[in-house]
């Protein structure tokens, strides 16, 4: 027997070595879990406007919210800017990949759409001007977006998507709906596309929803049944705020069970009747 107690002994030294070794490991997960964490907050406070623009008899409000799990950096993202000849312009998109370089990748949309956006007014040509531009830089991501540009002397919304989420709007009158607008391809996935512009007349208060997957599709239902969550929502709360209406559309994003990101874009607006401008 006294031979045999060295081997327990070593097998106890083995174990307790081992035992070490997994909790140094997990104690590393846990580190570099708060550091990946840290790192998505300060890309998305970087990366993301700070607010948004707003005009009189229009309210403006947007929402972001990571990965479920947490570990993964989005390539979701909106925007909202000021114009020189006083429009606004309105955009959100998602970008393929969650990794730094998607959100590097979204970061220099961004950068590109506003910089054209300040040259040209028709929001098919923005949108095709950026993905001339994220082809020259020879990328292999791909991403969609919508860009809205808002006339508030006419009252009107012109759009141009490129294989975006449609859409969701409401008026305060019992109306609403999914939009129907033509798109193109998304950016990055061939050069001279074109994108098709719709107009939006906002005669009637109401809100106008733009989202991204993350907030409409997931494993608990699909896209369609997503998107028709949100318009019941939106009809519901066409008189809601901006601010209101934005935090309840987030909501559908954890009925869907996403893991994706999600990003909400709400313009609600107080109608502008014809030849108001």
């Given at each position: 027997?006294?031979r ?6 070593a097998?106890a030294e ?6 070490q070794?997994?909790t ?6 846990v ?7 840290e ?8 990366l993301l406007?700070?607010g948004?623009p707003s ?10 919210s ?6 993964d950096?989005g ?6 800017f000021p ?7 309105f955009a959100?998109?998602?970008v393929?990949g ?11 949309i961004?950068?590109?759409?506003r ?12 949108v095709g001007?950026t993905?001339g531009?994220?082809?020259?830089i020879d990328?292999?991501l791909l991403?969609?977006c919508?860009?809205v ?5 006419a009252g009107?919304l012109?759009?141009?998507r490129?294989?975006h ?5 409401a008026t305060t009158?019992g ?5 129907q ?6 950016l990055g996935?061939?050069a001279a596309e074109k994108?098709p512009v719709t107009?939006?007349?906002?005669t009637t ?16 239902f ?11 929502l939106?009809a519901?709360?066409a008189s809601a ?7 309840e559309?987030?909501?559908?994003a ?5 893991q994706d990101d ?12 014809v030849?108001?401008?």
């Open positions: 027997m006294n045999r107690r060295p081997h327990r002994s097998s083995e174990l307790l070595t081992t035992l070794q997994l140094a490991r997990a104690r590393h997960e580190q570099l879990h708060q550091a990946r964490v790192l998505a907050e300060a890309l998305q406070q970087e406007p700070v948004l005009f009189p008899g229009l309210q403006t409000a947007a929402r972001y990571p990965a479920r799990s947490g570990l950096i390539g979701d993202w909106y925007d909202g114009l020189p000849d006083g429009t606004l312009g959100i998109g998602d393929q969650h990794d730094v370089e998607a959100a590097a990748f979204m970061g220099q961004r950068i590109g759409m910089a054209i956006a300040a040259t040209t007014a028709d929001p098919g040509e923005i001007r993905n531009l994220l082809l020259s990328s292999t991403a969609t919508t860009f540009r808002f006339d508030p002397r009107e012109r759009t141009a490129a294989g989420v449609a859409a969701v709007w009158d109306r609403s709906g999914i939009t607008d033509a798109g193109g391809l998304p996935v061939g994108y107009r939006h007349r906002l208060p109401g809100a106008f929803v733009l989202v991204t997957d993350g907030v409409v599709e997931g494993p608990s699909p896209i369609d049944e997503g998107l028709d969550a949100v318009v019941r939106v519901a709360r705020s901006a601010e209101a209406l934005a935090d559309v987030m909501q559908t954890e009925r869907t069970g996403h999600a990003a909400v874009l709400v313009l609600r607006h107080k109608g502008f009747p030849g108001s401008g």
